[in-house]
């Protein structure tokens, strides 16, 4: 049975994240939907300002050297920066460690030049939410996202 503060942080930290509103009738569409609307314009999602050639630079021991500057809690999953860091930069997993480094490379490249559905990377992009204590009954929610995302975005 849980104890009386976490039932209050989990009511505190729900109480801060409003229930979502319901959808307004103007805004669902009904019916078969038109293939047109799953093409995205390129000019959403692609940025002129950074060449795509900068992206082709990433590969499996930048990412190892990544893993080995990260630090912290893991997220949903659970594994933490020191599991990533054993994965990723232990010797003791030979060609595993050098395969699991270069898909890793080949999904960062893959989410900087395509338009990735949301939907499809929902649990790389997930955080696990954390209650902390600021004193007084108040209490600050902390989000802390899978390590292999912030390995990605370094």
Same mark, same amino acid.
């Given at each position: 049975?849980? /104890? ?14 409003? +229930? ?11 019916? #078969? ?10 000019? *959403?999602?692609? =940025? &002129? +300002?950074?060449? #795509? ?5 990433? =590969? ?15 997220? !949903?999953?659970?594994? &933490?920066? =020191? ?6 930069? /232990? ?10 480094? +270069?898909?890793?490379?080949?999904? %960062? ?6 338009? *990735?559905?949301? %939907?499809? *990377? #929902? ?6 939410? *954390?209650?902390? &204590? ?6 600050? !929610?902390?989000?802390?996202? +899978? ?8």
């Amino acid at each position: 049975m849980p /104890c009386q503060s976490d039932l209050h942080f989990g009511r505190t930290v729900k109480s801060k994240h409003p +229930e979502p509103q319901p959808a307004k009738l103007g805004s669902v569409l009904f019916g #078969e939907i038109p293939e047109s609307i799953y093409s995205i314009p390129e000019s *959403i999602y692609s =940025n &002129d +300002e950074i060449p #795509e050639s900068i992206y082709s630079q990433i =590969n499996g021991e930048m990412v190892r050297q990544a893993a080995l500057r990260t630090k912290g809690s893991g997220g !949903p999953s659970g594994v &933490d920066a =020191n599991g990533f860091r054993r994965m990723l930069a /232990c010797k003791s997993f030979k060609q595993s460690s050098t395969r699991l480094c +270069e898909a890793i490379a080949r999904m %960062t490249k893959t989410l900087c030049t395509q338009y *990735i559905d949301p %939907t499809t *990377i #929902e649990a790389l992009i997930a955080s696990r939410l *954390i209650p902390l &204590d600021k004193g007084e009954g108040a209490v600050r !929610p902390i989000g802390v996202g +899978e390590v292999i995302r912030r390995i990605s975005a370094k």
